[in-house]
Protein backbone atom coordinates (compact mmCIF):
# COMPACT_ATOMS: atom_id res chain seq x y z
CA UNK A 1 0.00 0.00 0.00
CA UNK A 2 1.37 3.68 -0.93
CA UNK A 3 1.50 5.79 1.74
CA UNK A 4 0.75 9.19 0.39
CA UNK A 5 3.41 12.29 1.78
CA UNK A 6 0.44 13.69 3.89
CA UNK A 7 -0.45 10.86 5.83
CA UNK A 8 3.51 9.57 6.17
CA UNK A 9 4.04 13.63 7.67
CA UNK A 10 0.99 13.24 10.40
CA UNK A 11 2.25 10.13 11.73
CA UNK A 12 5.96 11.65 12.25
CA UNK A 13 4.96 14.69 13.79
CA UNK A 14 2.63 13.19 15.68
CA UNK A 15 5.39 10.64 17.04
CA UNK A 16 8.32 13.12 17.14
CA UNK A 17 6.06 15.53 19.64
CA UNK A 18 4.96 12.41 21.42
CA UNK A 19 8.71 11.24 21.95
CA UNK A 20 9.69 14.80 22.88
CA UNK A 21 7.39 14.94 25.69
CA UNK A 22 4.31 16.49 24.55
CA UNK A 23 0.95 15.30 25.82
CA UNK A 24 -0.79 14.53 22.71
CA UNK A 25 -4.49 13.73 22.76
CA UNK A 26 -6.08 12.04 19.50
CA UNK A 27 -9.49 13.56 20.43
CA UNK A 28 -10.52 16.82 21.43
CA UNK A 29 -12.61 16.52 24.82
CA UNK A 30 -15.96 17.92 25.36
CA UNK A 31 -15.13 21.81 26.40
CA UNK A 32 -18.66 22.31 27.74
CA UNK A 33 -17.76 19.89 30.53
CA UNK A 34 -15.24 21.79 33.33
CA UNK A 35 -13.67 18.67 34.19
CA UNK A 36 -11.71 19.13 30.29
CA UNK A 37 -9.34 22.17 32.32
CA UNK A 38 -7.88 19.19 34.27
CA UNK A 39 -6.52 17.11 31.41
CA UNK A 40 -4.71 20.85 30.11
CA UNK A 41 -2.49 21.78 28.31
CA UNK A 42 -2.37 19.33 25.77
CA UNK A 43 -1.75 19.10 21.81
CA UNK A 44 -4.12 17.74 19.67
CA UNK A 45 -2.53 17.66 15.95
CA UNK A 46 -5.59 18.58 13.59
CA UNK A 47 -5.81 19.35 9.43
CA UNK A 48 -3.33 18.22 7.43
CA UNK A 49 -2.88 19.19 4.14
CA UNK A 50 -1.23 18.43 0.49
CA UNK A 51 -0.10 20.70 -2.18
CA UNK A 52 1.47 19.44 -5.41
CA UNK A 53 3.89 21.57 -7.22
CA UNK A 54 5.13 20.98 -10.53
CA UNK A 55 8.60 22.00 -11.04
CA UNK A 56 10.27 21.92 -14.70
CA UNK A 57 10.11 17.92 -15.26
CA UNK A 58 9.09 16.69 -11.65
CA UNK A 59 6.18 16.96 -8.93
CA UNK A 60 6.92 18.58 -5.63
CA UNK A 61 5.06 18.16 -3.21
CA UNK A 62 4.07 20.59 0.56
CA UNK A 63 2.48 19.03 3.41
CA UNK A 64 0.88 21.48 6.03
CA UNK A 65 0.05 19.76 9.61
CA UNK A 66 -2.17 22.62 11.76
CA UNK A 67 -1.28 21.78 15.98
CA UNK A 68 -3.85 22.81 18.75
CA UNK A 69 -2.37 23.39 21.73
CA UNK A 70 -5.10 24.30 24.92
CA UNK A 71 -4.61 25.49 28.39
CA UNK A 72 -6.78 26.60 30.62
CA UNK A 73 -7.19 30.58 31.91
CA UNK A 74 -4.19 30.70 33.58
CA UNK A 75 -1.97 28.57 31.20
CA UNK A 76 -1.22 31.18 28.43
CA UNK A 77 2.61 30.77 28.79
CA UNK A 78 2.48 27.28 29.21
CA UNK A 79 0.61 26.85 25.68
CA UNK A 80 3.55 29.46 24.28
CA UNK A 81 6.28 27.45 25.76
CA UNK A 82 4.66 24.68 24.44
CA UNK A 83 4.35 25.51 20.78
CA UNK A 84 7.70 26.59 21.09
CA UNK A 85 9.61 23.50 21.58
CA UNK A 86 6.93 21.89 19.22
CA UNK A 87 8.66 24.02 16.79
CA UNK A 88 11.74 23.23 17.61
CA UNK A 89 10.95 19.32 17.57
CA UNK A 90 9.30 19.90 13.83
CA UNK A 91 12.29 21.98 12.68
CA UNK A 92 14.85 19.16 13.26
CA UNK A 93 12.73 16.50 11.74
CA UNK A 94 13.95 16.42 8.44
CA UNK A 95 12.25 12.77 7.35
CA UNK A 96 9.73 10.33 7.30
CA UNK A 97 10.05 6.61 6.30
CA UNK A 98 9.90 7.41 2.43
CA UNK A 99 10.16 10.94 2.05
CA UNK A 100 12.89 13.54 3.15
CA UNK A 101 11.87 17.07 4.16
CA UNK A 102 12.05 20.56 5.60
CA UNK A 103 9.89 23.13 7.50
CA UNK A 104 9.38 25.85 5.12
CA UNK A 105 9.50 29.15 7.17
CA UNK A 106 8.01 30.65 4.74
CA UNK A 107 4.65 29.12 5.08
CA UNK A 108 4.62 28.51 8.62
CA UNK A 109 2.42 30.12 10.42
CA UNK A 110 1.73 30.38 14.94
CA UNK A 111 -1.41 32.10 16.82
CA UNK A 112 -2.16 32.40 20.23
CA UNK A 113 -5.87 33.83 20.82
CA UNK A 114 -8.23 33.37 24.25
CA UNK A 115 -11.45 31.84 24.13
CA UNK A 116 -14.73 31.64 25.47
CA UNK A 117 -16.63 28.92 26.21
CA UNK A 118 -19.52 28.11 27.98
CA UNK A 119 -18.77 30.34 31.08
CA UNK A 120 -15.18 29.02 30.40
CA UNK A 121 -12.10 30.55 29.14
CA UNK A 122 -9.31 28.62 27.51
CA UNK A 123 -6.31 29.28 25.64
CA UNK A 124 -6.29 27.90 22.02
CA UNK A 125 -2.66 28.33 20.00
CA UNK A 126 -2.32 26.92 16.92
CA UNK A 127 0.79 26.40 15.14
CA UNK A 128 0.83 25.86 11.02
CA UNK A 129 3.69 23.89 10.19
CA UNK A 130 4.48 23.20 6.40
CA UNK A 131 7.19 20.80 5.02
CA UNK A 132 8.45 20.56 1.66
CA UNK A 133 8.79 17.42 0.68
CA UNK A 134 11.70 15.75 -1.56
Not at 61 to 69: A, D, G, K, T
Not at 77 to 84: E, F, G, N, R, Y
Not at 91 to 119: G, H, Q, R
Request: proline content about 3%; some cysteine.
Amino acid sequence: MIITPESEVYESVSKALYDSGTVIKTKLPNFSDKSAISIMPFCYVGATSLQTIAVKSRLRSRVSVVLNFYGSENQRWTIDQLKSQAYETLFNLNSTTNYKMIVDPDVTASTTAEESLDNTTIWHATLDVTYKIY
